[in-house]
């Protein structure tokens, strides 16, 4: 009896949670036409404008399939996965009602040193592998009752940080690069605890905070799975999936599992990894050179505030973003006796880079489509400094980390098109207008363009070695090589007379690094305690300004540039934790992306109109899932089904219910796939009348009224951000 009762309280805590996984991010244009890839384990549906990267994910997924499952020994069923290759984002989410794995496959400005398909492979398959995992035992015995969603309910047992760090780990262990091996990804819990004494409390650091800047729960918690996995084995958290989905009628079932196994709780793994951490910290930071910089930003600031992507006007002049905990991103220029003048605030942006001249900004902007939610544009947008007239060049465009050159007639962007082809396009910068195009032959993604002169760019690439600087010679379109491509991460890359300066990791924290061009000598320009990046150089070409992280945000520096005081490569020391290599040795390989294989699947038409339904859960009684509410008893006797179809453009529910002595069958079909959206609600009730005769010779008769409410909504949902 007492299980009974738990099962009926878990049933009623089921279904607010459920309705975080009636999940869609939007919908696509329609008029879109799709196509499908049916692997042994995915069907992948894409727009036809993707075709032959669709190829490459089914072929990316396949041999991905073979890697992901092993630490966690849970090999998923079949998943759709859907790609939404109209949005200039860069990102992907797995959803488990309806289960899918979406994907927004274009390549993002700050990308690692790993082709970004493979990237999403990665991570996103570990989240399947994490849900698929849980469908045992008592979990299972709710799928019958409730459908897929019983799964993404119980999924809210297990901690955010854990699903989030969980897949940081995959991607990281799985590839030569990855969030776990770069030094930003540990640089904000790593100054917490060496200039603050220590992080915040396990609480804090879960729930974030609007006081304090904390680290999200990707960082903490790929330290927390890392550490773990590296005392107690990958099957620690093998069991505690196994135990969260046999015995998910449990509260806290991690705890218990952790219990079980170790003796421990979720706050007490924090505690020991960051005190362990803390101490190997402490370690590195005693054995790193530290560079004197002086200081431009205030030094002391009230809140978390961030100073990045210095810009100089003039020798003394620097143009920054400033933004912070409470306040939004804004154009600031800092004069020479060190005040701050608020110049413009931009939209809304990525944080990249912005580039300026002494007259002239120019920086790429997100801009949404007022209808379809999977559908952005990111265009460019120039500010003149004298006037301050804001002017957009482009429209309805995928242009990305533009570059305006030293003349101001000119602007260098990445063009990324539907098609996943990335190009350097040569823009007028009076009017937009493209001048010319240049791309790389082969699979290869292209970022940060930098000017050097009126004929010569570098650009930073991705391909199957990793990251690379090649320079483009703009007259007759030819590449050359300057850095070869590694799995060192790199950011943004200047010229400096023979040198380029560059950001990278070689020493386990991000510095600021020379490459002569004409020796191919590697040299350490600077030595920050947590990390520099943000490079730029003075007019006077004697100084660099950049960009220094403290627990309190980044800082605006200045640094003198003395040759003799470079540190050659093969000095340079990497004392850095490397929880990945723990983590690497728990797995089966990994992922060469000289070995995906070059399958060629059959590509098949997909109907958007015969993959109207797609019924996912169920419930043993009704309630209106489009208006929730707890105000008056949400639920009633009756039983309930939900669809949302592949593409996320129609929604449907059926429902029977007995209330009030009134039995009611209510339809409702909600379709997004056209400009309006239409909303159809039939409502099918019979009530009941009671009347009293007043003859005095007759009894009270009864007679039923048979009710059909019937309504059409049509409205136009607009983004007008």
Same mark, same amino acid.
């Given at each position: 009896?007492?299980?009974?009762?738990?099962?009926?309280?878990?049933?009623?805590?089921?279904?607010?949670?459920?309705?975080?996984?009636?999940?869609?991010?939007?919908?696509?244009?329609?008029?879109?036409?799709?196509?499908?890839?049916?692997?042994?384990?995915?069907?992948?549906?894409?727009?036809?404008?993707?075709?032959?990267?669709?190829?490459?994910?089914?072929?990316?997924?396949?041999?991905?399939?073979?890697?992901?499952?092993?630490?966690?020994?849970?090999?998923?069923?079949?998943?759709?996965?859907?790609?939404?290759?109209?949005?200039?984002?860069?990102?992907?989410?797995?959803?488990?009602?309806?289960?899918?794995?979406?994907?927004?496959?274009?390549?993002?400005?700050?990308?690692?040193?790993?082709?970004?398909?493979?990237?999403?492979?990665?991570?996103?398959?570990?989240?399947?592998?994490?849900?698929?995992?849980?469908?045992?035992?008592?979990?299972?015995?709710?799928?019958?009752?409730?459908?897929?969603?019983?799964?993404?309910?119980?999924?809210?047992?297990?901690?955010?940080?854990?699903?989030?760090?969980?897949?940081?780990?995959?991607?990281?262990?799985?590839?030569?690069?990855?969030?776990?091996?770069?030094?930003?990804?540990?640089?904000?819990?790593?100054?917490?605890?060496?200039?603050?004494?220590?992080?915040?409390?396990?609480?804090?650091?879960?729930?974030?905070?609007?006081?304090?800047?904390?680290?999200?729960?990707?960082?903490?918690?790929?330290?927390?799975?890392?550490?773990?996995?590296?005392?107690?084995?990958?099957?620690?958290?093998?069991?505690?999936?196994?135990?969260?989905?046999?015995?998910?009628?449990?509260?806290?079932?991690?705890?218990?599992?952790?219990?079980?196994?170790?003796?421990?709780?979720?706050?007490?793994?924090?505690?020991?990894?960051?005190?362990?951490?803390?101490?190997?910290?402490?370690?590195?930071?005693?054995?790193?050179?530290?560079?004197?910089?002086?200081?431009?930003?205030?030094?002391?600031?009230?809140?978390?505030?961030?100073?990045?992507?210095?810009?100089?006007?003039?020798?003394?002049?620097?143009?920054?973003?400033?933004?912070?905990?409470?306040?939004?991103?804004?154009?600031?220029?800092?004069?020479?006796?060190?005040?701050?003048?608020?110049?413009?605030?931009?939209?809304?942006?990525?944080?990249?880079?912005?580039?300026?001249?002494?007259?002239?900004?120019?920086?790429?902007?997100?801009?949404?489509?007022?209808?379809?939610?999977?559908?952005?544009?990111?265009?460019?947008?120039?500010?003149?400094?004298?006037?301050?007239? #804001?002017?957009?060049?482009?429209?309805? @465009? /995928?242009?990305? =980390?533009? $570059?305006?050159?030293?003349?101001? !007639? *000119?602007?260098?962007?990445?063009?990324?098109?539907?098609?996943?082809?990335?190009?350097?396009?040569?823009?007028?910068?009076?009017?937009?207008?493209?001048?010319?195009?240049?791309?790389?032959?082969?699979?290869?993604?292209?970022?940060?363009?930098?000017?050097?002169?009126?004929?010569?760019?570098?650009?930073?690439?991705?391909?199957?070695?990793?990251?690379?600087?090649?320079?483009?010679?703009?007259?007759?379109?030819?590449?050359?090589?300057?850095?070869?491509?590694?799995?060192?991460?790199?950011?943004?890359?200047?010229?400096?007379?023979?040198?380029?300066?560059?950001?990278?990791?070689?020493?386990?924290?991000?510095?600021?690094?020379?490459?002569?061009?004409?020796?191919? #000598?590697?040299?350490?320009?600077?030595? @920050? /305690?947590?990390? =520099?990046? $943000?490079?730029?150089?003075?007019? !006077? *070409?004697?100084?660099?300004?950049?960009?220094?992280?403290?627990?309190?945000?980044?800082?605006?520096?200045?640094?003198?540039?003395?040759?003799?005081?470079?540190?050659?490569?093969?000095?340079?020391?990497?004392?850095?934790?490397?929880?990945?290599?723990?983590?690497?040795?728990?797995?089966?390989?990994?992922?060469?992306?000289?070995?995906?294989?070059?399958?060629?699947?059959?590509?098949?038409?997909?109907?958007?109109?015969?993959?109207?339904?797609?019924?996912?859960?169920?419930?043993?009684?009704?309630?209106?899932?489009?208006?929730?509410?707890?105000?008056?008893?949400?639920?009633?006797?009756?039983?309930?089904?939900?669809?949302?179809?592949?593409?996320?453009?129609?929604?449907?529910?059926?429902?029977?219910?007995?209330?009030?002595?009134?039995?009611?069958?209510?339809?409702?079909?909600?379709? *997004?796939?056209?400009?309006?959206?239409?909303?159809?609600?039939?409502?099918?009730?019979?009530?009941?009348?009671?009347?009293?005769?007043?003859?005095?010779?007759?009894?009270?008769?009864?007679?039923?009224?048979?009710?059909?409410?019937?309504?059409?909504?049509?409205?136009?949902?607009?983004?007008?951000?």
């Amino acid at each position: 009896m007492r299980r009974l009762y738990l099962l009926v309280i878990l049933l009623f805590i089921c279904i607010p949670f459920s309705f975080s996984q009636y999940y869609e991010s939007g919908q696509d244009p329609s008029s879109l036409k799709w196509k499908q890839i049916k692997t042994p384990n995915f069907k992948i549906i894409f727009p036809e404008s993707f075709s032959s990267e669709g190829q490459r994910l089914a072929n990316i997924l396949e041999y991905a399939y073979t890697l992901v499952p092993y630490s966690l020994n849970h090999n998923p069923k079949k998943i759709p996965v859907i790609v939404h290759n109209y949005s200039s984002q860069s990102n992907g989410f797995v959803a488990w009602a309806p289960k899918r794995m979406e994907l927004f496959p274009t390549p993002s400005a700050t990308s690692y040193p790993q082709d970004p398909l493979e990237q999403l492979a990665l991570h996103e398959l570990r989240h399947v592998v994490q849900m698929d995992k849980l469908n045992q035992g008592f979990t299972k015995f709710l799928t019958y009752i409730l459908g897929e969603q019983a799964v993404g309910a119980v999924s809210v047992e297990l901690p955010l940080w854990f699903l989030e760090g969980d897949a940081v780990a995959t991607e990281t262990s799985l590839s030569h690069t990855g969030r776990g091996r770069l030094p930003s990804f540990e640089m904000g819990l790593r100054a917490l605890s060496l200039e603050q004494g220590k992080v915040f409390k396990y609480d804090k650091a879960s729930f974030g905070s609007y006081k304090d800047y904390s680290p999200d729960y990707y960082q903490f918690g790929y330290q927390l799975v890392s550490h773990s996995r590296s005392l107690f084995g990958s099957e620690v958290w093998d069991n505690a999936l196994d135990y969260t989905g046999k015995k998910s009628i449990t509260i806290n079932p991690v705890n218990f599992s952790f219990r079980k196994q170790e003796k421990l709780t979720k706050k007490k793994l924090y505690d020991l990894t960051f005190r362990d951490l803390q101490a190997k910290w402490m370690e590195q930071d005693q054995k790193t050179r530290k560079s004197q910089f002086d200081t431009i930003s205030p030094k002391v600031l009230k809140h978390y505030t961030s100073y990045r992507f210095p810009q100089y006007l003039n020798d003394s002049t620097l143009l920054v973003q400033k933004s912070g905990m409470d306040q939004i991103r804004k154009l600031v220029r800092i004069n020479p006796s060190g005040d701050e003048e608020v110049i413009f605030t931009p939209g809304f942006y990525y944080p990249v880079r912005f580039s300026a001249t002494k007259n002239v900004v120019v920086w790429a902007e997100t801009y949404n489509d007022s209808r379809w939610e999977n559908r952005s544009y990111s265009i460019i947008k120039k500010l003149d400094l004298k006037t301050r007239k #804001e002017t957009t060049l482009t429209r309805k @465009s /995928r242009y990305f =980390a533009p $570059d305006i050159s030293p003349d101001e !007639s *000119k602007i260098a962007a990445v063009n990324i098109n539907v098609k996943n082809e990335s190009s350097v396009a040569i823009l007028d910068a009076e009017t937009g207008e493209i001048i010319k195009e240049y791309s790389i032959p082969g699979i290869n993604s292209l970022h940060m363009p930098d000017w050097v002169n009126d004929k010569t760019i570098i650009v930073i690439v991705i391909d199957e070695g990793g990251k690379s600087i090649r320079r483009l010679h703009l007259e007759n379109g030819e590449w050359d090589t300057l850095l070869p491509a590694g799995h060192d991460d790199i950011q943004n890359a200047i010229s400096y007379n023979e040198f380029i300066l560059y950001h990278a990791t070689y020493s386990g924290i991000d510095n600021i690094y020379a490459l002569n061009i004409e020796t191919g #000598e590697k040299f350490q320009v600077t030595s @920050s /305690r947590f990390g =520099a990046s $943000d490079v730029c150089i003075a007019p !006077s *070409k004697d100084k660099i300004a950049i960009a220094d992280y403290s627990s309190n945000g980044y800082k605006l520096m200045e640094f003198q540039l003395n040759q003799k005081e470079w540190i050659p490569l093969n000095n340079v020391q990497d004392y850095s934790v490397k929880a990945y290599e723990k983590l690497a040795e728990q797995e089966k390989g990994i992922l060469e992306t000289r070995d995906i294989p070059k399958t060629n699947y059959e590509e098949l038409r997909f109907r958007k109109w015969k993959n109207l339904f797609g019924f996912h859960s169920w419930m043993p009684f009704y309630f209106d899932y489009n208006n929730f509410t707890l105000d008056e008893n949400p639920v009633s006797l009756g039983v309930t089904l939900l669809s949302q179809n592949k593409l996320s453009t129609a929604v449907t529910s059926l429902g029977y219910y007995y209330k009030n002595q009134e039995h009611h069958f209510v339809t409702r079909f909600t379709y *997004k796939g056209w400009y309006p959206v239409i909303d159809l609600f039939w409502d099918y009730f019979v009530e009941p009348q009671v009347v009293a005769d007043t003859s005095q010779t007759s009894d009270p008769f009864t007679y039923s009224w048979k009710i059909s409410d019937f309504n059409v909504n049509v409205y136009i949902p607009l983004n007008l951000t």
